[in-house]
């Protein structure tokens, strides 16, 4: 007969999640319950599995998934920013030319 191996393992009751993490859109629940798992309450993959009760690999993949979505996000606000920027810089030109002008 072969022994059976008994593992240690984290027994986990509950856990909390604030709602206001579900207010970006821009991704999907189980990556928004992933990442907060996963850099707030510090768990590893495998325990976020056991508690989802989804594979490792799977929690892998939606984790990795959510952080380029995060990443493609931040620079596109940097894209819009330096824009915005740029269209201030255009403006104030055009004033001053605006201003020679009347002079």
Same mark, same amino acid.
Not at 44 to 51: G, T, W
């Given at each position: 007969?072969?022994?059976?191996?008994?593992?240690?393992?984290?027994?986990?009751?509950?856990?909390?999640?604030?709602?206001?993490?579900?207010?970006?859109?821009?991704?999907?629940?189980?990556?928004?319950?992933?990442?907060?798992?996963?850099?707030?309450?510090?768990?590893?993959?495998?325990?976020?599995?056991?508690?989802?009760?989804?594979?490792?690999?799977?929690?892998?993949?939606?984790?990795?998934?959510?952080? &380029?979505? $995060?990443?493609? /996000? *931040?620079? #596109? @606000? %940097? +894209?819009?920013? &330096?824009? $915005?920027?740029? /269209? *201030?810089? #255009? @403006? %104030? +030109?055009?004033k001053w030319r605006k201003?020679?002008?009347?002079?």
């Amino acid at each position: 007969m072969k022994k059976k191996s008994r593992k240690k393992q984290k027994k986990i009751d509950s856990i909390l999640i604030p709602n206001f993490i579900f207010q970006d859109r821009t991704l999907s629940v189980l990556e928004v319950i992933v990442e907060y798992l996963k850099e707030e309450k510090n768990m590893s993959f495998h325990e976020i599995a056991l508690a989802l009760k989804r594979d490792d690999r799977t929690i892998w993949t939606v984790y990795s998934r959510a952080r &380029k979505k $995060r990443q493609k /996000k *931040k620079r #596109k @606000i %940097k +894209k819009q920013n &330096k824009e $915005r920027k740029m /269209k *201030k810089i #255009k @403006i %104030k +030109k055009e004033k001053w030319r605006k201003k020679e002008e009347i002079m």
